[in-house]
């Protein structure tokens, strides 16, 4: 078995070789044999033999992860378990890692139970998919049937709130939550969450029947219904005909595909937020020589206009969340200018930042950690009311019921009692989005918000952020590795590679037309839900970040570039060119003057 998690799989107190050889420990090797079988694992999961002396706290997460692959390999198993095996991974190493599953399966005929809540990389590996929901499986069969023509509601809403690279089409949520499993509901489990859902689903249960065309799925509109049960429906009329006469190709909130509207930005007004030459370090010691600093972020440009939402995408350690570090003024850069609202607020002291602190909020990644267990959801929205001194607790009364119905947590007067603890991701996701709101501030940052919850919610909380930010003529900037959302909730996106900005440009010119090699290389690495790209190898960007420690000279990303032109990239950092429309690339294949506004 393959668990998420490496680092917590694999024990830190021993070298790789040795906790290799305790696979085989009953086999009673001699030391040369452990050894040799230890390189011949290594060599399979693509790493080398030097591996085995290093421990786990030496190797990158990808490295770690392929490692945990090489354990379970170690006996031969004929059916390989793996649960979540790259989601704590970065788009083009869990592409590496895809890859590697993709040979294995092929090469080594090893059966494979892959566990994920990602219908995307699901399809890429997999011949056959089951979709559970609430401890049932509600639809079972060929990957390309459940993919292409999904029969149960949950599938098809599922598939429905994934956001697509290559496609126009606005993702869909689901609202509402999976049922307490500690409370058996009557009839089918999904019904309450379900759009199409009719009489019947109230108070039978249906089982997982096999269906006519495709897979079997366990829904009352693809099998008879029980004696004497009603047969009226709350069923659209379009559709194909199912066994039980009912029409089965409703999508769920179906109505909302629109795409998104582009928010009306004047790139020719001053900006809210001009950063200039920014560097940010963090130093660390290094030994005998002393402090050394880790350059997370190295001479950046941008500007945020009023009213526009932003996407930061880039590999992990790029620098992103020490971008939302530096524009929180969470520390002071060590050169460049941050200009708030015309004010340059590097300078400034914190006694002085009072307004600032108003008007930038912040919304973090993990909404189970950001949130204090112990206090009331009123309380939680309430407190940066009262760090800010606003004293009638009438104006904080309206204002934290204001910030509730923004993020639509309603009945707000319940919401406000309950405790963070009985709230599903999302909801708590949108506590944190009210704490940020109800300062009304300017401009919100917003650090990874849906990466730790669950897939079917994520689309929620992205639309409700665009929303707010339409309707409150909010500037956004999010952070995030998805660039498949953020195709979808932001008009400009910003790529960092090793705390530098290497392109830059409207969202759509970005994903459509991307200049840069490094951002082709993500792009290429972005699973989509398509059953053509099953077994198929990805296109994946070799190597791993280089350490902000040691960043390489002249294009940082030339050591990992297919296409690096020798004596050139190696030695001279490119500077930007402009592509019109605002589109900007730091790279020797675009030669330019440099210098185009952002
Ligand atoms: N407190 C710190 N001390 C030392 N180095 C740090 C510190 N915080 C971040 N770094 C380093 O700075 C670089 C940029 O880190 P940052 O957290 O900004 O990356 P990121 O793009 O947000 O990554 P992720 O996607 O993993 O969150 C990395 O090399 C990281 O190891
Ligand atoms: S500057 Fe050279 S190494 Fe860097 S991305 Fe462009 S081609 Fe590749
Ligand atoms: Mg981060």
Redesign the pocket.
Known sequence: MVLQNAMHALNPVLRIGEQLAECWRLDALGRRESRNRASELLEQVGLGPEIRLRYPHELSGGMRQRVMIAMALALKPDLLILDEPTSAL?VSIQAQIMNLLKNLCSEYGVSMLFITHDLALASDLCDRLAVLYAGQVREIGPAEKVLTAPNDPYTQALLNSIPRLRSNTRPTFLSGTPPDPSDPLLGCRFQPRCSVAFEPCQTHEPALVETKAGPSARCWQYQPLPDGVKQEANLSDSGNESESGKSSSVHPNSSRSETLPVADVHHNEDPLVEMKGVSFY???RRGFLGNAP????ELVDLNLYRGESVAVV????????????ALLRLGTPVQGRIKFDNQDVTVKTEADLRYFRQRVQAVF?DPYASLSPYQQVYNLVEEPLVVQGVKSVKERQRRVKTALEKVKLEPTSEFAKLYPHVLSGGQRQRVSIARGMVLEPQLLVA??PVSMIDASSRAEILYLLRELQEDSDLTLLT?T?DLASARYFADRIVV?Y??RVVEIGPASRVIDSPMHPYTRGLLAAVPEPDPANRHKMRSVIDGE?A???TVPSGCPFHVRCPEAIPGICDVTFPTKSNHGEGHDVACHLYPGEGGGKN
Do not use: F
């Open positions: 970065d963090y130093w660390v880790v350059k997370a972020l880039g590999e992990s350690g790029s620098g992103k969340s020490t971008l939302a570090r990644q650090d990874e952070i590795h960092l090793l705390g970040p350490n902000a420690l």
